[in-house]
């Protein structure tokens, strides 16, 4: 029998850790080198600085976790997730009285699901340390790479971040490279393949608040939340907006979407931002008290969005870029995520299918061979989806900051402001 594949997976985030899973499922040697250290670990400094991201999950990142060979990350998903039947809008009716519009996604009940980007992401390194063919390598920076002689250059940066390393040079078969908008994996292969790349920041920022779950009796579980637990909460701002995403311990995670010169009036006026939401977000300082609301908007960062478009995805049989790596997106379709989940279904089901149709030649040559084929056939499939979806998200947040608004509700204002 030959020997198995080396396989470096580039980045431990959702997309990465479940390219590692496939592989491992396959039999692959497979080698998970991450920037960070161990996200389980409390001490990690999170992604983004903020407590973590709580994201929609639909039914294309489920599907693609379903065909990963383990129940247990379902299982997990499904344990620990809220369903979202759709969106409640946030207004102030004509007397000033708050009113709420829920807008189902579904006419047959199907929902996405609120899931904490962190607890899911750590879940899959779980199952990942049970598999005996899965290394990990934390606090590894990838450098370079060459992609003909498959050969990476990482940055050992030793548990605290701050060594100025050690370079280690690993050798590999096939690398999958997700490690996110900022990869390092695609920049190195832009030296091999020449790629199409086109990349822009829009002119919104974010920042994180959160709402409170209310103390209640231990058995009172669904009274904890303050607003439905079932929705994605909007406060639609017409040029911005305000939104809200139930976690199952009944707190919320909230994210403020705003021009950045927005921002920029509010930081040289912070007082001015509970009435900034007053007169905006309706509601909201009942349910975040404007201390707080001032304390995150302090202490917590003010992240840009980035939209990234690239094309192809691969090199011969030795690289793929996976998940925001290849198509990092705006939020406001919530896809991001579930598109790089996606990617991973996609990428294997191919490399399976040209595994299959040659199944009889199984020696290193010939598993190359066949992998180049199907990464050719992967960057030619996935480029058009994932640019169509880059631009739905893009195109989403009219949407959801004023499209979201209901006729009557928009004919009603028309009315007051003529
Ligand atoms: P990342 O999550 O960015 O992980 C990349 C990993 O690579 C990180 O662990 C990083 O430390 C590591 N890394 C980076 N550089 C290197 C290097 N040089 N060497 C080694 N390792 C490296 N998506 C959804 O599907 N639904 C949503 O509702 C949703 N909401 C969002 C809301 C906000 C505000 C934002 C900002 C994003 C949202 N997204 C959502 C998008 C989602 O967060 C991303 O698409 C997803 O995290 C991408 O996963 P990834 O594994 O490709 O990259």
């Given at each position: 029998m030959s020997k198995p594949q080396k396989v470096v997976v580039v980045g431990a985030g959702p997309v990465g850790s479940l390219a590692a899973l496939y592989s491992a499922q396959r039999g692959y040697e497979v080698h998970i080198y991450e920037l960070?250290?161990?996200?389980?670990?409390?001490?990690t400094v999170p992604l983004n600085f903020t407590k973590s991201i709580n994201l929609a999950l639909s039914e294309r990142g489920i599907n693609a976790m379903r065909h990963s060979g383990s129940s247990k990350l379902l299982d997990h998903v499904f344990s620990t997730t809220l369903p979202m039947e759709g969106r409640m809008i946030h207004t102030k009716g004509s007397k000033g009285e708050l009113e709420e519009e829920p807008q189902s996604y579904d006419i047959h009940g199907r929902t996405v699901f609120a899931v904490d980007r962190a607890d899911l992401n750590g879940r899959m390194l779980d199952i990942l340390e049970e598999a005996p063919n899965v290394t990990f390598h934390f606090n590894h920076k990838l450098l370079t790479a060459d992609f003909k002689k498959c050969v990476a250059y990482f940055e050992?940066?030793?548990?605290?971040?701050?060594d100025p390393g050690s370079t280690v040079n690993v050798d590999f078969d096939f690398m999958m490279g997700?490690?996110?908008?900022?990869?390092a994996a695609r920049n190195q292969l832009m030296r091999f393949v020449r790629m199409d790349y086109q990349q822009q920041y829009i002119d919104t920022l974010w920042c994180e608040f959160q709402i409170q779950a209310k103390e209640v009796k231990?058995?009172?579980?669904?009274?904890?939340?303050?607003?439905?637990?079932n929705h994605l909460h909007i406060w639609p701002g017409g040029k911005f907006m305000f939104i809200a995403i139930p976690c199952s311990d009944g707190s919320f995670t909230c994210t403020l979407f705003l021009p950045a010169a927005e921002f920029a009036l509010l930081e040289l006026n912070p007082t001015g931002l509970p009435g900034f939401f007053d007169q905006n977000f309706p509601g909201v300082t009942e349910l975040i008290p404007p201390d707080k609301l001032m304390d995150s908007f302090d202490t917590n960062p003010h992240l840009p969005l980035i939209t990234i478009k690239c094309t192809p995805?691969?090199?011969?049989s030795s690289v793929v870029l996976l998940g925001d790596a290849a198509h990092a997106m705006v939020p406001f379709y919530g896809q991001g995520m579930n598109a790089g989940l996606e990617d991973v279904r996609m990428l294997f089901s191919i490399i399976d299918k040209y595994a299959e149709k040659d199944f009889e030649n199984t020696d290193h040559d010939s598993v190359a061979h066949q992998r180049a084929s199907a990464l050719e056939e992967y960057s030619e499939l996935r480029t058009p989806d994932a640019h169509a979806i880059n631009d739905l998200a893009l195109q989403n947040y009219e949407e959801m900051r004023?499209?979201?608004?209901s006729p009557t509700y928009r004919f009603r204002k028309w009315l007051e402001e003529s």
């Open positions: 960070r250290s161990d996200l389980r670990d409390p001490s050992n940066r030793g548990p605290d971040q701050t997700a490690d996110g908008a900022h990869s231990p058995d009172n579980s669904m009274g904890r939340f303050r607003i439905s637990p995805y691969h090199y011969s004023a499209g979201v608004l």
